[in-house]
């Protein structure tokens, strides 16, 4: 089993839908970052989320971390083309490396 | 500032011939990591460097895989023999401090490998 499961895996809308992707565990975190990764590209970092219950905004992404520190979420307003790509859950288990999320693929038609 | 460089971008390779991948990172990141995605996979950790030294090798799949940083600057991983089960991205990333310090990460664009 994945220490973290991303939901959904697909995700394909329209420009200006609102949406929402999942980053869930088991397990409590101290920290968890979200990325995005775009075709040809390796993952970037949009945000790192520490305290339970904290939210940050990065323009139309909105992230959440869970109370419990367990999960985490990302919405996205009036979703763009450009939004597109790969968004990708990361946690650092205490081996000062990260673990991945196997990600959520979005697609914004145009 | 240059960001994380990875050569070649691509490669294709048969089963049992060597590939060397190469990774250029961030001026003046101590941290180096290769990470590894397969097809259908989640990205994986590999290794993490710190300055030369290895701090920590866990995540090398076996002996086949080989990396080294001399002098602290560039690092190379190896695959010799290449199988085809090791087809993939493999990504370079480095930092000025620990990752467990919630600092952020640099990535490059990966090294696509396929082996046939």
């Known amino acids: 089993t994945q220490l973290l499961e991303q939901s959904p895996q697909f995700l394909s809308i329209q420009e200006g839908e609102n949406l929402t992707v999942y980053c869930n565990s088991s397990?409590?975190?101290?920290?968890l970052q979200w990325y995005r990764q775009e075709p040809g590209e390796g993952p970037v970092l949009l945000v790192t989320?520490?305290?339970?219950?904290e939210v940050k905004k990065l323009k139309r992404l909105t992230f959440q971390f869970g109370d419990a520190r367990k999960d985490s979420s990302l919405h996205i307003t009036a979703a763009q083309p450009g939004d597109t790509g790969l968004y990708l859950c990361a946690v650092d288990t205490g081996r000062r490396a990260l673990t991945f999320g196997s990600g959520t693929r979005l697609q914004v038609q145009p | 500032e240059a960001g994380v460089t990875q050569f070649p971008s691509h490669s294709v390779i048969e089963k049992g011939q060597t590939v060397t991948l190469r990774c250029d990172p961030i001026?003046?990141?101590?941290?180096l990591y290769w990470y590894r995605r397969v097809m259908g996979k989640e990205i994986k950790f590999l290794l993490h460097?710190?300055?030369?030294?290895?701090?920590?090798e866990s995540g090398m799949p076996n002996n086949r895989f080989l990396a080294e940083r001399t002098g602290g600057t560039y690092s190379t991983l190896k695959v010799q023999p290449a199988e085809l089960e090791d087809s993939g991205v493999y990504f370079c990333a480095s930092s000025p401090q620990l990752v467990s310090s919630g600092n952020t990460i640099y990535f490059g664009e990966g090294s696509w490998l396929t082996v046939v």
């Open positions: 989320v520490v305290t339970g219950g």
């Open positions: 001026s003046g990141h101590d941290n």
């Open positions: 460097f710190v300055k030369e030294s290895k701090q920590d």
């Open positions: 397990s409590v975190f101290s920290s």
